[in-house]
C-alpha cells in the first residue's frame, strides 16, 4: 500500500479552490525537514479535501510543521520543453500539528 504519514513544513500559503458541487481542496506545496539543503528534491505538493480543508486554511501557516496521513500518488508535469516529468502528490486524509507559530493563538482568541 502506499498510506504514508510524514512530518513536513508548509513553504507555500495554501491555495483553496471549489469545485460545482462547492467540495472545497487546498493544496499546498510542503518540503521534508532536513539538515542539507536539497533545492527542489524534498518539496512536494499536498491536497486537501472537504472540511479538513478549511481546517488547514483557518489553523495553518507557511513555516508550520504538520503531520499528515494520506495516499502517495505520481502526477506527470509536463514542462515549457515539452518534457514528462513526475511529481510526488499526497492526498491527505488526517493533519496533525506538529510545531505551529504562536500567531495561531492570537488568532483564535480574537
Known amino acids: 500500500m502506499n498510506y504514508s504519514n510524514f512530518i513536513v513544513k508548509i513553504i507555500e500559503v495554501p491555495k483553496q479552490s471549489f469545485f460545482k458541487d462547492n467540495t472545497s481542496v487546498v493544496e499546498i506545496l510542503v518540503k521534508f525537514p532536513q539538515i542539507q539543503e536539497n533545492k527542489l528534491a524534498s518539496t512536494f505538493r ?65
Open 46 to 110: 499536498v491536497s486537501i479535501w472537504g472540511d479538513l480543508a478549511y481546517d488547514i486554511i483557518k489553523y495553518y501557516n507557511v513555516n508550520d510543521y504538520i503531520i499528515v496521513e494520506g495516499y502517495i500518488s505520481l502526477k506527470s508535469l509536463i514542462s515549457d520543453y515539452l518534457t514528462s516529468d513526475k511529481q510526488v502528490e499526497i492526498s491527505v486524509f488526517k493533519i496533525y500539528p506538529f510545531i505551529v507559530n504562536d500567531l495561531h493563538l492570537t488568532k483564535i482568541d480574537k
